[in-house]
Nanobody, 126 residues
């Protein structure tokens, strides 16, 4: 059974930083593309960032470029999301997603992610 468990969310003030973690089990992590998505109240879930299985390819949403950094540790089956210069509009539930994906030079679109975590709340106060 595949499990994705997010952690690291919380309440911070604007301009501060947080690091989210997503621990994966039941899946060959080293061959899986990983993504982070978020959903704010009353809004649809949106793409934040994704990384290929090798870590060599990343894609960021324009809204987080230069502020967020995704990384992965294939030895620990964990993906991280370092969030800096947080803004109130970053407030959302953040979800980790995974899917086996052969390409090391691309990441799959949202609908191709097979596995999802339960989410972790990030709240940024102004």
């Amino acid at each position: 059974q595949v499990q994705l468990v997010e952690s690291g969310g919380g309440l911070v003030q604007a301009g501060e930083s947080l690091r989210l973690s997503c621990a994966v089990s039941g899946l060959t992590f080293s061959t899986a593309a990983m993504g982070w998505f978020r959903q704010a109240p009353g809004k649809e879930r949106e793409f934040v960032v994704a990384v290929s299985w090798s870590g060599s390819y990343t894609r960021y949403a324009d809204s987080v470029k230069g502020r967020f950094t995704i990384s992965r540790d294939n030895a620990k089956d964990t993906v991280y999301l370092q969030m800096s210069s947080l803004k109130p509009e970053d407030t959302a539930v953040y979800y980790c997603a995974a899917t086996p994906y052969q390409s090391s030079n691309y990441v799959p679109p949202r609908h191709e992610y097979a596995y999802w975590g339960q989410g972790t709340q990030v709240t940024v106060s102004s």
